[in-house]
Structure formats: structure tokens, C-alpha cells
């Protein structure tokens, strides 16, 4: 879920980003595996609250459409066709692949026989290649099924199917029809998702299968495109503080007169799954999101004003930053920490079972975001840096 800048110098408050967007998965995924907002009393309306952390996946779309199409617009202004294509591809693959095919491995060859990961999941042949091939999302929207502990794996099977036709689109088109492409995609998705969440299953179909969820990559793209246009620019800056608070105003609206901001099930470990009608919250809620980040965006990188220079300074604290960086790592483990420190450790203190509801969620939330940063960086060091050394082939 993290990309990394390849020619342009990292901007720290992205990082940041980043890191508020993995740290708000973690949270989420760590309160719905305690037993979510219909867990202990004591703590559901902080549930409520962290509940919303399922939109980090969202935050991480605007991004990566983002910085990959900036990539993108600094070599076609650079490269001839063969170049671009050869350089975008080559070093995609070493960013991503190492760890996606690395993880799949260790899961299948490994952890998936521990007692702490084994979830009893029987797993068809199928079900195992659409994994490699970038294709679970769109299976498990199909046929309304999660893998426990790879189910993350769907938002990096929608990052690689964008990633594999966004750059035939940049190369071919000229930057206004680029633009337009963008908002009519994100405007298309918006009627898939009206469309998708009336059906049987709608809410997986909604929420999975790639074209949901194009939007937040289309947006951050858009503010790409934007960006390269100083006069465009000028002018969606000066708007993007108030774009924010209209479109915060209208989500919290939502969540408020919903009673919630679930993406559609409230999980539990002990328990069948509690439905929610979410369908207001799946289309126009996650729709005012998803625009509110990419004017988040805006706001951050434009700077026009006293407040958003205080938000890119505080996106840029070092440690945020640091978090940020390793997001990818950290998103790709956390599941599998989770259930280990859950098996080894918590099952094993009672004391922690009878702990006060919210206090014992937060630590979990802190232990397991700190082990995950700590594997994180070692995955980094040991694993995925030696690969990518290799795009030095691929250099400007």
C-alpha cells in the first residue's frame, strides 16, 4: 500500500499521511478482531470512533494515484516510449513484488500450519492462484468470501490492476483528457456503487471488486494532473481549505445520522458477523471521503494558508515519517502479529481479559503497531532493499 517516489524527492508530510493511514488500519482491524462497537460495553463508542479506520485503505488509493502519476508525467516528459514503459514496469515490480510474492510464500509454506494462523479456512486452487495473479478482490466480491489473514491483499490487487493500464492512458492522452478521465471515473464508481450495493451480496461487490473502489486513485491522479498546471493549480488551491470542511461537515453528517461509518460488518471473534445497513455510508459517505482526502492533498502540498503549513509540519515529524515509510511492510504484517501476540500472549493473561475495555483495545493498538514497524524494518533491511538496489538499472 505505500509507494515510493522514484525520480522527484520525497515530501515528508505524505509520509506522514502515510502513517496516520496505516495506523488507522491497524486500529480498525485491531478493534474489529476484540470484538468491535457490540464487544464490551465499555468501549463502544470508542469503537465507533476507530471504526472508521477501514477508510486508511482510502487514503492510500489518493496517494499512490498520486505519486504514480506524477512519476508517470516526469518520464513521459523525459523518455521516449520504450524507456517509459521499460522504467515504470521494472521498477514497479521491484517495489512491489519481493514482498507480495514473499508474504504469499512464508503464509502458504509456513504460518498457515501454526495453531495461531490456522483459521480452518479450506482454500481451493482457485482461491490460492487469484492471489498470485492480482485477482482476490474480484473473486471474494464475487463470492462474498474472505481469506482470514490475506484478506489485505485485496486493495493491493486493485493497486496493480490500475498500475498495469494508468500508463498506456498517460502515454496516450494529453493532460486535459487525463483530467477528465479522472473526475468521469470517479463519478462512474459512485454509480457502481449505488448500483452494486441494491444487489445480493451488494455489499462485498461494492466494496472489492475493482471498479469501487477506482475512485481514490483517480482523485489522487486528478491532483497530480492539477499540479502540473500552474494556473489549474492556483485555482484548486485556493478553494481546497473550504473543499475540506464542506466535505468533513457532510461525512460526519453521515456518520452521524447513520449511528455509525462501518464499511458494511461489525466482526467479532466470538460471534457471527452483526450487519449494518451501510449502504448510505458505501456510496455517498465513502464517495465525500474519498474527495475529502484528495482535497486533504490539496491543502497539505499548496501550503496557501497558516493552518496547512502547521499540518505539513506536523505530517512531517520524523517519527510519522518513519511509520509512513514502512506502511507497506507494516500493512502486509499486522494481521498475522495480531494473531500471534492474541495466541501466545493475551489468551495467556487473564488479567488483560478483565482489563478495563478501551484500555486494553489502545494497548493492543500500540503493541501491535509497534511490532509491526519493527518487523517492518527488518523486512526492509533484510528482504526488500537488496531488491531494491536493483532499480539503479532503471535510474534517470
Same mark, same amino acid.
Given at each position: 500500500?505505500?509507494?515510493?517516489?522514484?525520480?522527484?524527492?520525497?515530501?515528508?508530510?505524505? !509520509?506522514?499521511?502515510?502513517?496516520?493511514?496505516?495506523?488507522?488500519?491497524?486500529?480498525?482491524?485491531? !478493534?474489529?478482531?476484540?470484538?468491535?462497537?457490540?464487544?464490551?460495553?465499555?468501549?463502544?463508542?470508542?469503537?465507533?470512533?476507530?471504526?472508521?479506520?477501514?477508510?486508511?485503505?482510502?487514503?492510500?488509493?489518493?496517494?499512490?494515484?498520486?505519486?504514480?502519476?506524477?512519476?508517470?508525467?516526469?518520464?513521459?516528459?523525459?523518455?521516449?516510449?520504450?524507456?517509459?514503459?521499460?522504467?515504470?514496469?521494472?521498477?514497479?515490480?521491484?517495489?512491489?513484488?519481493?514482498?507480495?510474492?514473499?508474504?504469499?510464500?512464508?503464509?502458504?509454506?509456513?504460518?498457515?500450519?501454526?495453531?495461531?494462523?490456522?483459521?480452518?479456512?479450506?482454500?481451493?486452487?482457485?482461491?490460492?492462484?487469484?492471489?498470485?495473479?492480482?485477482?482476490?478482490?474480484?473473486?471474494?466480491?464475487?463470492?462474498?468470501?474472505?481469506?482470514?489473514?490475506?484478506?489485505?491483499?485485496?486493495?493491493?490487487?486493485?493497486?496493480?490492476?490500475?498500475?498495469?493500464?494508468?500508463?498506456?492512458?498517460?502515454?496516450?492522452?494529453?493532460?486535459?483528457?487525463?483530467?477528465?478521465?479522472?473526475?468521469?471515473?470517479?463519478?462512474?464508481?459512485?454509480?457502481?456503487?449505488?448500483?452494486?450495493?441494491?444487489?445480493?451480496?451488494?455489499?462485498?461487490?461494492?466494496?472489492?471488486?475493482?471498479?469501487?473502489?477506482? !475512485?481514490?486513485?483517480?482523485?489522487?491522479?486528478?491532483?497530480?494532473?492539477?499540479?502540473?498546471?500552474?494556473?489549474?493549480? !492556483?485555482?484548486?488551491?485556493?478553494?481546497?481549505?473550504?473543499?475540506?470542511?464542506?466535505?468533513?461537515?457532510?461525512?460526519?453528517?453521515?456518520?452521524?445520522?447513520?449511528?455509525?461509518?462501518?464499511?458494511?460488518?461489525?466482526?467479532?471473534?466470538?460471534?457471527?458477523?452483526?450487519?449494518?445497513?451501510?449502504?448510505?455510508?458505501?456510496?455517498?459517505?465513502?464517495?465525500?471521503?474519498?474527495?475529502?482526502?484528495?482535497?486533504?492533498?490539496?491543502?497539505?502540498?499548496?501550503?496557501?494558508?497558516?493552518?496547512?503549513?502547521?499540518?505539513?509540519?506536523?505530517?512531517?515529524?520524523?517519527?510519522?515519517?518513519?511509520?509512513?515509510?514502512?506502511?507497506?511492510?507494516?500493512?502486509?504484517?499486522?494481521?498475522?502479529?495480531?494473531?500471534?501476540?492474541?495466541?501466545?500472549?493475551?489468551?495467556?493473561?487473564?488479567?488483560?481479559?478483565?482489563?478495563?475495555?478501551?484500555?486494553?483495545?489502545?494497548?493492543?493498538?500500540?503493541?501491535?503497531?509497534?511490532?509491526?514497524?519493527?518487523?517492518?524494518?527488518?523486512?526492509?533491511?533484510?528482504?526488500?532493499?537488496?531488491?531494491?538496489?536493483?532499480?539503479?538499472?532503471?535510474?534517470?
Amino acid at each position: 500500500m505505500t509507494t515510493v517516489i522514484e525520480s522527484s524527492p520525497r515530501i515528508g508530510a505524505l !509520509d506522514g499521511l502515510r502513517g496516520i493511514a496505516i495506523l488507522a488500519v491497524i486500529a480498525f482491524h485491531t !478493534d474489529v478482531l476484540f470484538g468491535g462497537a457490540y464487544g464490551q460495553p465499555g468501549s463502544r463508542l470508542f469503537s465507533r470512533v476507530i471504526g472508521a479506520g477501514w477508510l486508511g485503505v482510502d487514503l492510500f488509493f489518493v496517494l499512490s494515484g498520486f505519486l504514480i502519476t506524477t512519476i508517470l508525467l516526469e518520464r513521459k516528459a523525459a523518455e521516449g516510449a520504450g524507456r517509459f514503459f521499460s522504467h515504470f514496469y521494472a521498477r514497479r515490480a521491484l517495489r512491489i513484488f519481493p514482498l507480495y510474492y514473499g508474504f504469499l510464500l512464508l503464509y502458504f509454506g509456513v504460518l498457515r500450519s501454526w495453531p495461531a494462523i490456522d483459521s480452518g479456512y479450506a482454500l481451493t486452487a482457485r482461491d490460492t492462484w487469484s492471489f498470485f495473479l492480482f485477482f482476490y478482490n474480484n473473486r471474494s466480491a464475487l463470492h462474498d468470501f474472505a481469506v482470514p489473514n490475506l484478506h489485505m491483499y485485496w486493495t493491493l490487487c486493485i493497486e496493480e490492476q490500475f498500475y498495469l493500464v494508468w500508463p498506456l492512458l498517460v502515454w496516450s492522452l494529453p493532460a486535459r483528457t487525463l483530467q477528465r478521465t479522472c473526475v468521469g471515473l470517479a463519478l462512474l464508481v459512485l454509480v457502481f456503487r449505488l448500483v452494486a450495493v441494491q444487489l445480493p451480496h451488494g455489499f462485498p461487490f461494492a466494496a472489492f471488486a475493482t471498479p469501487g473502489r477506482l !475512485d481514490g486513485l483517480a482523485l489522487g491522479s486528478l491532483v497530480a494532473l492539477l499540479r502540473q498546471n500552474p494556473r489549474q493549480w !492556483d485555482g484548486v488551491s485556493r478553494w481546497s481549505g473550504r473543499l475540506l470542511v464542506l466535505l468533513g461537515l457532510a461525512a460526519l453528517g453521515i456518520g452521524l445520522s447513520q449511528g455509525h461509518f462501518y464499511s458494511g460488518l461489525d466482526f467479532r471473534l466470538e460471534h457471527p458477523p452483526v450487519p449494518h445497513d451501510s449502504r448510505i455510508v458505501q456510496t455517498w459517505g465513502l464517495t465525500g471521503v474519498v474527495w475529502f482526502f484528495a482535497a486533504l492533498l490539496v491543502f497539505v502540498l499548496a501550503g496557501r494558508s497558516r493552518p496547512a503549513v502547521r499540518l505539513g509540519r506536523l505530517l512531517s515529524w520524523s517519527p510519522l515519517r518513519s511509520i509512513g515509510f514502512f506502511s507497506y511492510a507494516m500493512y502486509m504484517f499486522h494481521r498475522v502479529i495480531f494473531h500471534l501476540l492474541d495466541y501466545y500472549v493475551v489468551q495467556k493473561l487473564p488479567a488483560y481479559a478483565e482489563a478495563q475495555a478501551v484500555v486494553a483495545k489502545l494497548f493492543a493498538i500500540l503493541v501491535l503497531a509497534a511490532l509491526s514497524y519493527g518487523v517492518a524494518r527488518i523486512s526492509y533491511v533484510v528482504w526488500e532493499r537488496p531488491f531494491l538496489r536493483l532499480r539503479g538499472r532503471w535510474a534517470s
